[in-house]
């Protein structure tokens, strides 16, 4: 499935985020940038050392206590097919009102700000906060597209924004959410 908005085309599709040949990927990281599991456990194995050295690098200058909900942060992409691995932290789903859905949006819009200070003109997004930090995948697809659709009608500069979902069930979602918010 794939729309535009101004240049930019938007596309949605299944598939492994770790397999796609982008400027950036996204990694629903945690607050430590160590890795974990899911998505954030792939990029690591498959990118190798190198994210990780530079994932300690940016804790030891930028951010000690850990990279704060909603933030966004780069490092190169390793082994990685796509150049740059863009970190962010998703918000833990309490329930949805402590401020989730406006965590989740900055998430999103911080990461596609910082591809678009580095002149990347493509960007794959997996579903953050959808597996282990428990958001329901209605909801959050519904402020992940909203995000980017804000993002792409005031900026310039990006080409192509990917979502990578995982699963058949996730896709199905994105599609009926895209129908409703692009009146398609
Ligand atoms: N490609 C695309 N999507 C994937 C992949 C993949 N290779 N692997 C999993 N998903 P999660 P979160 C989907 O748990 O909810 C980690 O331990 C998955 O099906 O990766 O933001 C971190 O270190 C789900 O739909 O991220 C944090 O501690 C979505 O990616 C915590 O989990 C997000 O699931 C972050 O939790």
Known sequence: MEIKVKNCKIKIIQGDITEQTVDAIVNAANPTLMGGGGVDGAIHRKGGIKILEECKQIRATLYPNGLPTGEAVITSGGNLKAKYVIHTVGPIWRGGNSGEAELLFKAYWNSLNLAKGRGLK????????????????????????????????KENGLEEVIFVLFTA????????????????
Do not use: H, M, R
């Open 169 to 184: 069930k996730d896709l199905e979602v994105y599609k009926q959410k895209v129908s409703e918010i692009f009146n398609l």
């Open 122 to 153: 493509s960007i794959a997004f997996p579903s953050i906060s959808t597996g282990a930090y428990g958001y329901p995948i209605d909801k959050a697809s519904t402020v992940a597209l909203n995000a980017v659709k804000n993002f792409l009608e």
